[in-house]
Nanobody, 118 residues
Framework: QVQLVESGGGLVQAGGSLRLSCVAS????????MGWYREAPGRQRDLVAV???????NYADSVKGRFTISRENAKGSLYLQMNSLKPEDTAVYYC????????????WGQGTPVTVSS
């Protein structure tokens, strides 16, 4: 099973930007859907963005228009560009492969923490 390593999180002020990266141990070409989940303190882990191999994307309403998911199959990488960050975006962010119903299908990495200060 492919191993995923997330990076790029940090502390940022509200309105700022961050770019998260997820690097796979192998090719991601065989995975049609890959996405980013986040888990805020005391809350469940939710899917916020999904990108398909063909370029289709879907976003949670809470991040639509602010976050952009992209992938570079040849590099085995997935990205999440986060703009206009809000304090409610504070969470640990994880990448994973995603089923058609939005459920994660792979192993979890360690995640990368994002803290947005007001």
């Amino acid at each position: 099973q492919v191993q995923l390593v997330e990076s790029g999180g940090g502390l940022v002020q509200a309105g700022g930007s961050l770019r998260l990266s997820c690097v796979a141990s192998g090719s991601i070409c065989r995975f049609n859907r890959m996405g980013w989940y986040r888990e805020a303190p005391g809350r469940q882990r939710d899917l916020v963005a999904v990108g398909s191999r063909g370029g289709n994307t879907n976003y949670a309403d809470s991040v639509k228009g602010r976050f952009t998911i992209s992938r570079e199959n040849a590099k085995g990488s997935l990205y999440l560009q986060m703009n206009s960050l809000k304090p409610e975006d504070t969470a640990v962010y994880y990448c994973n492969t995603v089923s058609d119903n939005g459920a994660p299908t792979g192993s979890w990495g360690q995640g990368t923490p994002v803290t947005v200060s007001s």
